[in-house]
Structures are given as C-alpha cells and as structure tokens.
C-alpha cells in the first residue's frame, strides 16, 4: 500500500467509525414498544414521515446529538415510527400523538418528555438528556 491509499484509506475510516458506532434506531411493528418497555428500556419514539420537511430538521438534529455524544445510542433505544403507515395504531392513539414530527420519551409506564413540531437542537438536546438520565437511573 502506498502512502496516498493509507491516507485515503484512514481518512474513511476516521470519518466512517463515528456512523458505525451509532446504533441505528428500530423501525416501529405493533408490540416492539410494549416488549422493550417491559425489558426496562428507556424509548424515544420518533413519530415521522419522510416527505414531512419538519421531521427532517428533527432527524438531522437528533442525529448530530447521537454523532456528538455515544451514550444516547448505548443506553436509550430510539424507535422511528412511521406516521403514514401508524397514524391510527392503538399506540399513536394511546399517546394522543397528534401529528407526524412528535417526540416523545418513554420509561415503563410513563412519558417523560414530549416535542411536537419543535427542531431547536436545544430542546431536542434537553429531551434526549431526560431519556439519558432515565436510562441510567
């Protein structure tokens, strides 16, 4: 291997390591909430949908704060849900999510945190930080 490979070569790996080490976020069926609740599982639902411009600004957010910090992805499973095909499930409706682009942490049997429309990166920050602080408690 030359010298211009190894440098390409470690440049990838230096920008690639931090994408391999996030854990990528759950696609929602019906029962996988209930099922990581009852293994004691901190959840951040992300109730999106792909054409929605809101739940895209969410997305680019939450995933700079996985990039930034690795304690989000190990210790709070993040679970997307897709508005299109669940905006009627029992769990949309049980929760009174009222729209596409809602966030909203999870711990047992309670809601420790909710965001509808919001993409401040401070206040999705303060809510992945309460989904953190529960999983380690």
């Known amino acids: 291997m030359d010298r211009r490979d190894f440098i390409c070569l470690t440049a990838a790996a230096a920008t690639l390591a931090p994408l391999a080490a996030r854990a990528a976020a759950l696609d929602y069926t019906p029962g996988l909430v ?3 609740l009852a293994a004691g599982e901190t959840l951040f639902l992300d109730f999106k949908a792909s054409w929605c411009s ?5 997305e680019r957010v939450i995933n700079a704060l996985l990039d930034s910090d690795p304690a989000y992805a190990a210790r709070v499973t993040f679970i997307n849900v897709d508005w299109d095909t669940y905006a009627n499930d029992p769990l949309t409706l049980r929760l009174n999510i009222p729209r596409r682009s809602t966030l909203v942490v999870l ?3 309670a809601e420790l945190g909710r965001i509808v429309a919001g993409t401040s990166r ?7 930080d309460t989904a953190l602080a529960a999983a380690v408690a």
């Open 34 to 36: 209930e099922d990581r």
């Open 54 to 58: 809101t739940c895209a600004a969410q």
């Open 107 to 109: 711990r047992g049997e």
């Open 122 to 128: 401070d206040a999705i920050k303060a809510l992945m």
